[in-house]
């Protein structure tokens, strides 16, 4: 058991530490206050490289491994959950399916353009009467002479508003049930395909999430992904890496708010001392940090077993939903001891506890995430 990173992966961390220490921190208030896209930052995380991370050079990646993009994924959303909001639902849910699913014409057209950044991506699953229950799908794609034509409605879609490439589950056969949903590449520019109404969210303000709406959106029949009756497979294999994304995201936004309780609590000085000296302040300190490592040694290992090829859908949901639960307590906590100056945009604190609650529903609540860890240790 080795616990170093390589040589690479700790370049990476830095790399990607010092631009968002020196690019997305000057303006992670502000697009979070003006639920504003952050275009020129997302831009330079193109020029330098994060979209590629995790991707095979070959299809113009850096070619580095799964642990690299998820320490990206964590330092980049310590600063601006919106960012690693962006990056992970761009690369665990569009890139890498294409990546794992997709016919050699199909990783030879879309993933250039995602590993370069050129183009974001964009997943979508979630319906209005398909939420936990993903197998209810009521999107339909109907294959009319050699060309599947789409109709429905996707709601919570990430990047909806800026990504160019989707992947979009339909019913191809209702009476198969599960195994009649398929997985589908869907372009923007496609006729019918139609950006709808931006939520407007408590939290992680600075991505975009937007419904998307197919109207007769008719798409070349080789853009299937997989075979037609692989869409819910396809769909809860990528959510069980998508999950490790967010579960890093959530460690992530721990992380800061943790950081941040230590150095308030250190500089606070009431009755005469630092608050940091009251055995109260140590003990929830001393909680949190335990926490956070806990569960970044969690999100690590379900990393690890998915770079070696291994099954993990057990340790993606654990990571998960220890991550999520952790950075919502630790972000809570870290109000607390800030007291009232952690109640107001004075602070960050207050962003990362609105950050944290999304770690906890997308990509599967926690209560799925019990359903799967359940269903894994009983079967
Ligand atoms: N990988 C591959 N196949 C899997 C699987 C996995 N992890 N889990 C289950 N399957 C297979 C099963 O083997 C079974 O196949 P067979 O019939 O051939 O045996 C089939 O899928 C059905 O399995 P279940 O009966 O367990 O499935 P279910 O319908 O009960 O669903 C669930 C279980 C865990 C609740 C699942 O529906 C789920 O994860 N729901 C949550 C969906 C979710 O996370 N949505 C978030 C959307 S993405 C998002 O958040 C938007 C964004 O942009 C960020």
Redo the contacts with the bound molecule.
């Keep these: 058991m080795d616990f170093d990173f390589t040589e690479e992966q700790v370049l990476i961390q830095k790399t990607v530490r010092e631009f968002a220490d020196n690019e997305v921190k000057p303006i992670a208030a502000e697009i979070d206050r003006t639920h504003g896209f952050p275009v020129e930052t997302v831009n330079r995380m193109a020029e330098l490289g994060f979209f590629g991370l995790s991707i095979p050079e070959a299809y113009g990646g850096s070619g580095s491994d799964y642990i690299s993009y998820i320490m990206a994924v964590e330092t980049l959303s310590a600063v601006s959950a919106a960012h690693g909001?962006i990056l992970s639902?761009h690369t665990s849910?569009c890139t890498h399916p294409i990546l794992s699913f997709g016919t050699d014409a199909q990783k030879q057209k879309y993933i250039p353009d995602l590993a370069s950044g050129k183009k974001l991506g964009?997943?979508?699953?979630?319906e209005a009467g398909a939420?936990?229950?993903?197998?209810a799908q009521q999107t339909t794609a109907e294959l009319k002479s050699d060309r599947y034509v789409l109709n429905g409605s996707k709601m919570?879609?990430?990047?909806?508003a800026v990504a160019e490439t989707f992947l979009v589950a339909a019913v191809t056969d209702r009476a198969k049930g599960?195994?009649g949903i398929s997985m589908f590449i869907v372009e923007k520019d496609t006729p019918g395909f139609v950006v709808g109404q931006a939520e407007e969210k408590l939290g992680i303000c600075g991505s975009s999430?937007t419904e998307i709406i197919l109207k007769g959106c008719a798409i070349p029949q080789e853009n299937i992904l997989g075979k037609e009756g692989d869409g819910?497979?396809i769909?809860?294999?990528t959510?069980?890496s998508?999950?490790i994304g967010?579960a890093s995201q959530a460690v992530g936004i721990a992380q800061s708010a943790l950081d941040a309780a230590i150095s308030y609590a250190k500089e606070r000085k009431q009755f005469g001392k630092p608050i940091s000296s009251n055995q109260g302040i140590q003990w929830m300190l001393a909680e949190m940090a335990t926490k956070v490592e806990a569960s970044r040694l969690l999100v690590m290992r379900a990393a690890w077993l998915k770079e070696t090829g291994a099954r993990y859908?057990k340790e993606a949901a654990m990571a998960k939903l220890t991550a999520s639960a952790t950075a919502m307590d630790v972000a809570s906590k870290s109000i607390q001891i800030h007291g009232g100056l952690g109640y107001t945009k004075s602070y960050p604190v207050e962003r990362y506890l609105r950050d944290a609650k999304i770690t906890e529903?997308?990509?599967?609540?926690s209560e799925?995430q019990k359903?799967?860890i359940a269903?894994n240790i009983l079967a």
């Design positions: 909001t639902a849910l964009a997943f979508c699953l979630t939420g936990t229950d993903a197998s919570f879609i990430t990047n909806g599960l195994k999430t819910f497979k769909a809860l294999q959510l069980d998508g999950r967010i859908s529903i997308y990509e599967g609540t799925v359903m799967v269903a």
